[in-house]
């Protein structure tokens, strides 16, 4: 280029400059991924490094939305104790404050309920985004919201909560936007009362969806009914269920208890008998395993205190930030501390003054699917259920996609509910969703906790626990007086036997209606002077109506041991019990395998394993190899077991029995049919299949060690808390944590203990508190995960209610006010 | 480094910090570009060099000035881009203001030379 033509300089100067500007501005594609646009990213001011902040909540305390000032002490974990003059105010605050800590999740949970997630994320969440909109997420919101403003108290706390959310996001510029917004270049959208509905779908889609009717009208299809009814019986007889046995019910409903007694005279063989077997559902998704909970109570002459104690410790998903969000609230005589979702006001788990709660799953089967029998060839009619024929609605679900075209989605509703699978080579077939949470919103389930957080005696605790209209939760109580209490909180199904346990077909026997709450399970101060609940059954066959479930087995029988093994339990006994990594399974099942192995049959390596577990204690301790030996041997027993469940196009999906069901026949029936293996010619027993499946175990278990010499439980388990996003490095993995599904530090890859709670009811409320994750929501803040290393260790974390004449001296908390 | 250089450099980086901190990214690009057109330099490409270190020096105080503290975000970022550390991070930070400042610099140094012929020594001096 020559120096006398500086014009051409300019010229390619300006077409760089016009690159780089349009570079900067767009991002780039790396590896498939879209980059954020750089220049804003690298901009230290606007972009990324403005997000190492630690001290972005204490900025502005200007809040023109708040009617007096409210006093807020955040202590050093980050915790904030809210003092405000109303209840307006209150939740006004704890809305402010949430947002500022956990924005992003707020948008994602709540998208993910609405079926709108794959508008921030792209086309990686189109199925789920199919999925929700199919169910009608969206409109059970929007339901729950109408029914909210007719309830002015539930009303005004959700609309002050949603006001503070604003008030936040009214205050942000693009270069304040949480780090995920900023990669993924996007912006918040405004709260409503809606979205904290929302919050609560995605709640009762975790907790309540569970249901396996598919698989288990496909194994029944598959095996027949007297086979089926022999590996798949309704009660294990070893279980403890939740409310102690031979407790009183009441039962007001003799029509449907002798309606059920009919049933089981044999009516209950038609329920699903003409039900076809599905074989390939589009957009089908399993049931994610192994969410529970436990929580129990000690009544005060077995405690050290003299005073109850209570724990909860819910497993669910794992994330990061946490799903749940610890505050400590003050306002008109309440004063509560414990932990909420963000996006919902009050405090969903803690302690008062006078009173504790926590809550289980309870596990029932709420869900059923529905065969539509279509009565013309064009799929527009379909037989209801009183045999007449009617015309299907139609719903356009419009879900938008970052950087894609806009998907239609037409979904076909009938009176059943929405049709949610249908089958891709069979367009005449169809499955629509009957789920209690659609059916039948309730704006009740907020009011529940918001009298929970007032409540000062047993009487309080049944009037906010009667309230409770939603799939059911056990609900534990305790308080300073000294009772305890539990109950199945929630709506329960009138049902015959076995009904809803296989997809339905028009014309088969139904009730319908749902039992008075009176007649729910609950037991006060019970005999036994404790109450456990670990997701298992929740009553012995005394109770006089049918219900079926999911439930867990094992938990049960370890927290009741525990707690009868203890002659007074103290704090740090519950704790203990809470990071108990002891399994039942495993002390059931290990021994038998142990007598009927052929050792003589076995490798060097084999021998050796099996030496392992001869010296194991049960528990499934991180640092040990022995559980993974077990966990691959049972895997392979499995396997070997029920071999004759192997899923094809011709089965469609299915269900295998259950743990306890297997050692049961192992120890009964060891020349069981079951144990046949069916591809060899020989016939093998229960000997037979033990052996081969630690053959096939050891070698699993050399594999692994061979690759990392110290090859461990916690290498196996993966435990890890994963971020909203996926990104490794806004997450954490392989956790030295101890315990798996079936234990009561229940902890299986990235579900387990979300919030682990023990509170003493002695004359001053205190409680033992700590969770997976961290207060702040910012990856870049000291406090995203600083409770992780004290959660995967046992630590807790003292807290107390702090009274406003005490907490303002007090140096080790940091003190705002926000003022209007 | 010519006198008019080494306030080129500095200007760069007080009014690049303030831009790019008050402002939004692009305020930065405006900033060298004028800066680059006003300095008349004799030399731009000399201008380049020097505009090229200003920026990467403003964005590397900034990202400096943020990550002092107890917070990781940089290195978490790093590795969502899979540049191993928080100081690899910083370089490609640098390297992005640095080209910034030195592209836009040298665009408004050339625009000022197409529009008034190169600067003689002497009005250098002058000026300077």
Redesign the interface.
Known sequence: MSNNR??L??IV??V??TG??FL??RGIT?GGSD?PP???F?????????????DYWNKNLDLPGLRAPVDVYYDERLVPHIYATSDRDLYYTQGYIQAQHRLFQFDIVSRAAEGTLSELLGELTVDIDRERRRIGGGELAAKIDTLWQSNPSAFQAVLSYADGVNAYIDQLSPKDYP?EYK?LNAAPSKWSPRRTALVAVNMAYTLNYANSDIQSTNTRNLLGERSFEFLFPDRDPNEVPVIPPNSPFQSRDTALINASEKAKLGLSELLGSRSSSPKGLEGYKETPEGIGSNNWAIAGPFTSTGKPLLANDPHLGLTLPSIWFESELHAGGLAVHGVSLPGVPGITIGFNEASAWGVTNVGFDVLDWHEIEYTNPSNTRYRTANGRTAEVDYRIEKIKVRGMETISDTVVVTEFGPIVYTDPEDYRYGLAMDWLTLKRPSAEILETFLELNKSKDIRDFLGASYKMAWPAQNIIYANKKGSIALRVSGTIPRNLPDEGKFIKKVGEPEVIGYLDPTENPFAVNPRQSFLASTNQISTDDTYPYDYRGTFEHYRSRRINALIRGQRKSSIETMKQFQMDSYSVFAADLLPILLKDVKRDDLSLTARGQLDLLQEWNFRFEHDALAPVVFEEWAKALRALAWDEFEMTRQTGRLETPEDWRLVQLLKNDPLSPWFDIKKTDKRESASDIITAALITASEEVQDLVNEKEDYAWADYNNAGVQHYMR????SRSNLPVSGRKGTLNAQNGNIGPSWRMVVDLSNKVGAEVVYPGGQSG?????HYDDMVSDWVEGRYHHVELQASETIKDNKQFTHLTFTP | MPRKLFFAFLLTVVLGLLS??FG???W??VVAAVIGFTIRARH?SLLFWTMLLAGAAT?AI??L???I??????S??A???GLGSAAVLLL??SI??G??AA??G??GA??R??IQG?PKKLSVETIA
Request: hydrophobic fraction near 50%; aromatic fraction near 20%.
């Open positions: 500086p014009w300089k300019l100067l300006a760089l400059c780089w500007f900067m501005d790396v980059t750089l220049g804003s690298f901009n230290p001011f606007e972009g990324f490094y403005r997000n190492n902040s630690s780090i990669l990104l490794p490095a806004f910012h990856p870049g803040n000291p | 790019i901190g939004t990214w692009w930065f690009l731009p964005y900034g990202g000035w943020f990550s503290g107890d917070g990781d975000l940089p978490r970022i590795q969502i881009f490609v930070t992005v203001g080209l910034s592209l836009f040298a665009l050339y625009l030379v197409v190169k």
